[in-house]
């Protein structure tokens, strides 16, 4: 198997293997973070495709500074970012007051949740509070970041990461109360 240095040397020159290999090798983990942003499969694999696009268009422009995966899940996430923006399908209710704050600071058992589950409540999220979340909670973002990145303010930001988590943890009382 080739190195990621490699297999970046081989795409730069056009090879074609190289590129599948690239894409064989990336796909699967890149999916993951698709998913999270979209809203259904299909959606996710529309991004993925986008994304690794830009990724081959921009592969001059790695510098080899970090790692590679790294930069290339940063090119799905820009992706996925461009898309809401884009479809301006984004409806982040700004309203502070409005705020659902948890009830308490207990940690809920998520033992009997399965990744798989955890990954269809989060894509079941208004796309407001799964944008955020994924941003602040999975991709580490601090709030200022994810306020420039979506144009918002960063109490909105906030907000929509306290009701991410009280939709969340919402979800899994009620699955462990049945």
Same mark, same amino acid.
Request: charged fraction near 30%.
């Given at each position: 198997m080739m190195t990621d240095e490699e297999l970046i040397e081989k795409c730069l020159k056009g090879d @074609?293997? %190289?590129? @599948? !290999? $690239? =894409?064989? #090798?990336? %796909?699967g983990k890149m999916m993951s973070v698709c998913m999270r942003y979209a809203g259904d499969r299909e959606k996710a694999q529309? /991004? $993925? @495709?986008? &994304?690794?696009? +830009?990724? =081959?268009?921009h592969l *001059? +422009? =790695? #510098? &080899?500074e970090g790692s590679f995966e790294g930069w290339i899940r940063r090119t799905m996430i820009n992706t996925a970012l461009d898309e809401l923006r884009k479809r301006n399908r984004m409806h982040i209710d700004a309203d502070i007051s409005e705020a659902e704050y948890l009830a308490g600071e207990g940690e809920m058992s998520t033992s009997d949740l399965r990744v798989e589950e955890m990954m269809k409540i989060i894509q079941a999220m208004p796309t407001g509070y799964r944008t955020v979340f994924n941003m602040y909670a999975?991709? &580490?973002?601090? *709030?200022?970041?994810? !306020?420039?990145? /979506?144009g918002v303010s960063e109490s909105t930001s906030k907000t929509q990461y306290r009701k991410a988590r009280t939709? /969340?943890?919402?979800?899994?009382?009620?699955?462990?109360?049945i």
């Open positions: @074609q293997r %190289a590129q @599948q !290999a $690239l =894409f064989e #090798k990336f %796909a529309d /991004l $993925l @495709q986008d &994304g690794f696009v +830009k990724v =081959f268009i *001059h +422009k =790695f #510098k &080899g999975i991709e &580490g973002y601090s *709030h200022q970041e994810i !306020a420039d990145e /979506l939709y /969340l943890m919402n979800i899994i009382v009620e699955r462990e109360n």
